[in-house]
T-cell receptor
């Protein structure tokens, strides 16, 4: 069974640009969550999508957005990039219920210069 | 590449010894907890979970203990091996509806030969 796949693995962008990251969940999983990981703040929850609807949202500015497609694949977008957005962005998939195991991808390393 | 904090608490143990990693969680309403292992350059890997109606759960070489009175979680690894070297995170969720995990800061486990 294939795991969670995130693309691209590495990305370098310039301040002010926007970026789109992609996540393909484990087959059959309907929930996709996104996390930001930085040395200073650790792992922080961005948002969760379930059946194409945003079900939970963390405390991030509106520049961070996402969506989910009918095949459960998800994308997250960051607009007007700032240097502080440099981080490892992780996607996790789950069958969907609260209290269900979440399986992570390897992440996308975003560097903003 | 590095993906976790540079100044994490570190636990060093001799190969073959048992390891105990501790975590204080933040919300007394949390009802589901997961321990994750993260190796350098990889996403977090699920180790074991426990629900709030349990005090202890055992897996292969790992045991999780939950003390709800003091909001404390621990992960015990028996016969620690070099491959156990990684950063370990506890994660809690208090949202029965969806996937919205709050992660602890992490502990770096170093296994000495």
């Amino acid at each position: 069974k294939a795991g969670v796949t995130q693309t691209p693995r590495y990305l370098i962008k310039t301040r002010g640009q926007q970026v789109t990251l992609s996540c393909s969940p484990i087959s059959g999983h309907r929930s996709v969550s996104w996390y930001q990981q930085t040395p200073g703040q650790g792992l922080q929850f961005l948002f969760e999508y379930f059946s194409e609807t945003q079900r939970n949202k963390g405390n991030f500015p509106g520049r961070f957005s996402g969506r989910q497609f009918s095949n459960s694949r998800s994308e997250m977008n960051v607009s007007t990039l700032e240097l502080g957005d440099s981080a490892l962005y992780l996607c996790a998939s789950s069958v969907g219920g609260g209290g269900a195991e979440a399986f992570f991808g390897q992440g996308t390393r975003l560097t903003v210069v | 590449g590095e993906s976790v904090g540079l100044h994490l608490p570190t636990l060093s143990v001799q190969e073959g010894d048992n390891s105990i990693i501790n975590c204080a969680y933040s919300n007394s309403a949390s009802d589901y907890f997961i321990w994750y292992k993260q190796e350098s350059g990889k996403g977090p890997q699920f180790i074991i979970d426990i629900r709030s109606n349990m005090d202890k759960r055992q897996g292969q070489r790992v045991t999780v203990l939950l003390n709800k009175t003091v909001k404390h979680l621990s992960l015990q690894i028996a016969a620690t091996q070099p491959g156990d070297s990684a950063v370990y995170f506890c994660a809690e969720t208090f949202d029965n509806y969806g996937q919205n995990f709050v992660f602890g800061p992490g502990t770096r486990l170093s296994v000495l030969p």
